[in-house]
């Protein structure tokens, strides 16, 4: 009982220092960063996703999240993933979820639309698509979505254009051969893995043109 409450307050506490250090506005994004040399597990998404988007020498951004502002001051986090499919949640529960293995945070850099004037309207496009289930296929137009998906799909101009750009996905590691991750799921869904598709993913979003890096969260 001591070490839940324990784990409650500290995160409670690590919520409001990251508000406290960086002044985060509805509809900012939450990239998801993870050191190239962080060891994890050759089953795992996350990893899966770093050998394929990722560069050496760079850090990975794994995960893309949305954050939204509510009347209250209250920080909460809208982003798609295996565990709760398109989701709205506080953020102390969205830092339960990405600790890592050794008990410390990933790297949480906040990026901004230089052109902010209508993220609002973006934030709330965006809830309409909660409880949509997360794109295991990783395939345009079919319902489902993924992190850098919902995002791209939700931050739509009036004019219906997107904001963020779609490119070839690819799901090779630089060696050229497909992670244990892919080929593991894919074959489990028999579905070819969709190589050269267009789609996005959180380490080309995040050097989008459009985006300034508002600071990081510690």
Same mark, same amino acid.
């Given at each position: 009982?001591?070490?839940?409450?324990?784990?409650?307050?500290?995160?409670?506490?690590?919520?409001?220092?990251?508000?406290?250090?960086?002044?985060?506005?509805?509809?900012?994004?939450?990239?998801?960063?993870?050191?190239?040399?962080?060891?994890?597990?050759?089953?795992?998404?996350? !990893?899966?996703?770093? /050998?394929? #988007?990722? &560069?050496?020498?760079?850090?990975? $951004?794994?995960?893309?999240?949305?954050? %939204?502002?509510?009347?209250?001051?209250?920080?909460?986090?809208?982003?798609?993933?295996?565990?709760?499919?398109?989701?709205?949640?506080?953020?102390?529960?969205?830092?339960?979820?990405?600790?890592?293995?050794?008990?410390?945070?990933?790297?949480?850099?906040?990026?901004?639309?230089?052109?902010?004037?209508?993220? !609002?309207?973006?934030? /709330?496009? #965006?809830? &309409?698509?909660?409880?949509?289930? $997360?794109?295991?296929?990783?395939?345009? %137009?079919?319902?489902?979505?993924?992190?850098?998906?919902?995002?791209?799909?939700?931050?739509?101009?009036?004019?219906?254009?997107?904001?963020?750009?779609?490119?070839?996905?690819?799901?090779?590691?630089?060696?050229?051969?497909?992670?244990?991750?892919?080929?593991?799921?894919?074959?489990?869904?028999?579905?070819?893995?969709?190589?050269?598709?267009?789609?996005?993913?959180?380490?080309?979003?995040?050097?989008?043109?459009?985006?300034?890096?508002?600071?990081?969260?510690?």
């Amino acid at each position: 009982m001591k070490k839940t409450l324990f784990f409650l307050f500290n995160i409670l506490f690590v919520n409001i220092l990251l508000y406290s250090q960086v002044n985060i506005q509805k509809g900012d994004l939450l990239f998801v960063g993870i050191p190239v040399d962080y060891s994890m597990d050759a089953d795992d998404m996350s !990893s899966a996703i770093s /050998e394929s #988007t990722g &560069k050496k020498g760079e850090v990975n $951004y794994i995960h893309v999240a949305i954050l %939204d502002v509510d009347e209250n001051d209250r920080i909460w986090i809208i982003d798609a993933t295996v565990k709760r499919g398109v989701d709205r949640h506080p953020l102390d529960t969205f830092l339960a979820d990405f600790t890592l293995k050794d008990g410390s945070l990933p790297l949480l850099d906040v990026m901004r639309l230089k052109n902010a004037k209508k993220v !609002s309207e973006y934030v /709330e496009n #965006t809830k &309409k698509y909660l409880g949509k289930g $997360y794109d295991v296929y990783f395939l345009p %137009d079919n319902n489902l979505y993924y992190c850098s998906e919902l995002v791209r799909d939700t931050y739509v101009k009036s004019d219906g254009k997107h904001i963020f750009k779609a490119k070839p996905m690819n799901f090779k590691s630089d060696d050229g051969t497909y992670p244990k991750y892919w080929v593991q799921l894919f074959g489990l869904i028999g579905q070819e893995i969709p190589q050269g598709v267009p789609g996005t993913n959180p380490n080309a979003m995040s050097k989008e043109k459009c985006l300034k890096r508002v600071g990081v969260l510690k």
